[in-house]
């Protein structure tokens, strides 16, 4: 998808102001954050988790080469094929010859984050195929011709009622007003498409390099149809979502489903080595796994590794206010919140992206609550110094910035301005509080500005106590 | 340097940018209970801001020039006590990672970081201060403020220092933990989403029935304020430390004098 992150402000405002998204967003906040308080709770290891969980990852990250060279051989001594691809073109290209290869007409996908961030899907409608979303969430913005406003919850800016109506418009009614009743229409209908699908596309939650297999979780089951109904199986992950074994894996799955959805578990966990075997039931007749790098391997190098831990939970948009206030869709690209503030100007180019790093009050909820301990606000920060660096960050602020510097390592000339300032304001400010301050606008529109005292606590202190 | 009188330890107040103009009762407030505690407080006028202001705004190069001016100012002490969670957490926490690769000032980058406290939680925590014989009629809710919450790990000891307080009931709100949107100049930069958030925060207060806001932190103290008088609401807001020295009789914070008790 094109990248929109420039519009960030005026579409943040926009959002505020859509009742319909803030009355989602509203129930989806309070149920996500809820649940995940509850389920850290009621397991006494969870903190221990976290630590056992980032410090794995780091190893991984330290040893990635290594990993990700087992995990190629396992894929292929299983029968799997592994394909490169340094960025979004090469990986589009790689999937879309092989869907041509095998004449695919209908295409099932679980969901998959890459799959957005190479924009696949568009590539694959060009050439004429049809392409299915199965999981409910991608399936209901499809429909709405949307991108998902989040990573596990692509649909969560809508209500019921807004989906009811795409519903209706797409199946042909009637309309149904119930949760269980939506869910079951969406059901016949995807059911069709399993059994047409001739390449089923997933994302990864987890590659095991010991054994070369995919691992995904989901809800709805429908990552298992997609994989194993379809001739072809295609996996789009990005190169650091390896894990040495499956012992490490279910490490991470203890802190994946409680920090998402705060579920203990998600419904359906689902393992896929290479393709069917000789006495297999089911499955796909080839398997193919396409690692993205991406921009990644230069996180690695860089100030950014911190963010490769990430496992794609989403508790820190959930646990974001700023992402609560706003919504998904205001960060304009694949990935919203904190992660996404640091990914997408870090994929996407840091000045595609300049209020996403800025747009943050640096309140720390987010680091809180990640379970792998990804220090997003110092990346947030450290993404802040590169623009101010490169000069991205407005000329006005540059100067502001010079300025204050200029008179805050002089004491005596600060105090004297400070000492002006709480003048000037005292002789604006009536019954404790300003209205209406010039050069001030972005405060005193939204609040008043209480005023100042009179005098300064230094001039007080030394006028009380000398020095 | 250091002239310890006896066990008294000898504190540098550090005037937050905000307090020194805008609210310079909570530096009296600090100061006595400091003294109540048994220190010896001093206010360095070689002080100025911390630097925060051009940390967050990836200007490191004067962060670091303002936290060197801070380090001269205030490493005589014993300790430095600030009246604000986000300027000590940056003192504590921010000034080793800014001169890490700086072997000059890192050592005293971090023996200044040693011994910064925020106020509550250094008369909680390393004096065991229990200010007594206050008293303010009110029920309050308390509003956590991020950095202090988040970056030092302040929640129980401002509850635990108020209940001291006679006549003081505490009430807790909704989400006392959210961001109320204040963010530096999050709040200037971004003031649409500023307003949605701290709209959130004082709904949670009034939802509360307090009829005052604490906490520990002027900016997000100010924006509280500042919204409540703007919808007019009689809700008034102190500093803790101002209700735990028993300063607070006069108008909160954006109130004024008509409203005083």
């Known amino acids: ?467 | 340097m250091t002239q310890s009188t006896g066990k008294r330890p000898r504190v540098g107040l550090f005037a937050t940018c905000l307090m020194n103009m805008f609210r310079p009762n909570v530096g009296f407030a600090a100061a006595k209970l400091l003294e109540d505690a048994g220190c010896i407080v001093e206010v360095p006028d070689t002080q100025t801001c911390c630097g925060q202001p051009g940390y967050n705004s990836g200007d490191f190069d004067s962060a670091r020039a303002l936290a060197r001016q801070v380090i001269a100012a205030f490493e005589q002490y014993d300790y430095v006590v600030g009246p604000s969670g986000s300027c000590m957490a940056t003192i504590r926490h921010d000034y080793p990672v800014m001169f890490e690769d700086d072997p000059d000032w890192l050592p005293r980058a971090k023996a200044l970081a040693a011994k910064s406290f925020e106020l509550l939680s250094f008369l909680h925590d390393e004096l065991g201060a229990t200010p007594a014989g206050t008293r303010h009629l009110a029920t309050a809710t308390y509003h956590d403020s991020c950095s202090g919450l988040r970056g030092l790990g302040i929640k129980g000891q401002p509850r635990e220092l108020l209940a001291g307080v006679a006549g003081l009931k505490l009430k807790e709100m909704q989400d006392a933990e959210v961001c109320c949107g204040f963010g530096g100049t999050f709040c200037v930069k971004y003031p649409e989403i500023s307003e949605k958030m701290v709209e959130d925060k004082i709904h949670n207060i009034i939802e509360s029935g307090a009829d005052t806001v604490l906490g520990g932190d002027l900016g997000c103290l100010m924006n509280i304020a500042g919204r409540l008088r703007r919808i007019q609401s009689p809700v008034r807001v102190f500093h803790t430390a101002e209700v735990l020295a028993g300063m607070a009789n006069g108008p909160g914070i954006g109130g004024h004098s008509q409203e005083s008790r």
């Not at chain 1, 790689?94 to 924009?119: P, Q």
């Not at chain 1, 992950?237 to 998402?260: N, Q």
């Not at chain 1, 009536?430 to 405060?443: T, V």
Request: glycine share 8%; with cysteine; hydrophobic share 40%.
């Open chain 1, 1 to 467: 998808m094109e990248i929109r992150s420039k519009e960030f402000k005026s579409r943040a405002v926009f959002a505020i102001h859509d009742a319909s998204l803030q009355q989602a967003m509203g129930k989806a906040r309070d149920g996500f954050v809820g649940k995940r308080a509850q389920q850290a709770a009621e397991l006494p290891e969870f903190e221990a988790l976290r630590e056992e969980a980032k410090n794995l990852k780091n190893h991984i990250l330290e040893n990635l080469d290594h990993y990700l060279e087992r995990y190629e051989d396992a894929v292929k001594r299983a029968g799997g094929h592994v394909h490169w691809a340094r960025d979004a073109q090469e990986a589009r290209a790689i999937i879309l010859d092989i869907c041509k290869r095998v004449n695919a007409k209908t295409i099932t996908k679980g969901k998959s984050m890459v799959s957005e961030e190479i924009d696949l899907n568009e590539a694959l409608i060009e050439h004429g195929m049809e392409v299915v979303e199965t999981d409910l969430g991608e399936y209901i913005i499809q429909l709405a011709n949307e991108p998902p406003s989040h990573i596990i919850a692509p649909a969560v800016h809508k209500t019921k009622n807004q989906v009811s109506d795409l519903f209706e418009a797409a199946h042909g009614g009637p309309r149904k007003t119930e949760v269980a009743d939506l869910v079951n229409e969406a059901r016949q209908v995807l059911r069709e498409k399993y059994f047409r699908a001739d390449v089923g596309i997933t994302g990864g939650n987890f590659l095991i390099a010991e054994t070369g297999s995919s691992m995904i979780v989901t809800n709805e089951g429908n990552g298992d149809l997609t994989q194993t109904l379809a001739k072809v199986h295609i996996v789009t992950s990005g190169i650091e979502r390896v894990v040495p074994t499956l012992d490490d894996a279910t490490l991470f799955l203890r802190l994946l489903a409680r920090s998402a959805t705060g579920q203990e578990t998600e419904t359906y966990t689902t393992i896929s080595t290479g393709p069917r075997r000789a006495t297999d039931l089911d499955g796909p007749e080839e398997y193919h796994v396409v690692l993205v790098d991406n921009g990644r391997s230069k996180m690695l190098a860089g100030h950014f590794r911190d963010m490769l831990r990430c496992i794609r939970c989403g508790a820190c948009m959930n646990h974001c206010p700023v992402y609560g206030s706003v919504g998904g869709h205001a960060y304009g690209w694949v990935y919203p919140g904190p992660m996404g503030s640091v990914l997408t100007p870090l994929i996407k180019g840091l000045d595609n992206a300049y209020d996403l790093p800025n747009a943050c009050t640096l309140n720390g909820r987010c680091a809180s609550v990640c379970p792998v301990k990804i220090p997003l606000p110092d990346l947030l920060r450290e993404l802040r110094h590169l623009q101010h660096q490169q000069e991205l960050s407005p000329v006005m602020q540059r100067r502001a910035l010079k300025a204050w510097r200029f008179v805050a390592t002089r004491p005596k000339l600060y105090h004297a301005g400070e000492w002006i300032a709480v003048r000037v304001l005292k002789l604006l400010g009536r019954k404790g509080s300003i209205r209406r301050l010039p050069f001030a606008q972005a405060w005193t529109d939204v609040r008043d500005l209480p005023t100042p005292e009179g005098q300064t606590f230094l001039q007080r202190w030394q006028a009380q106590r000398g020095k």
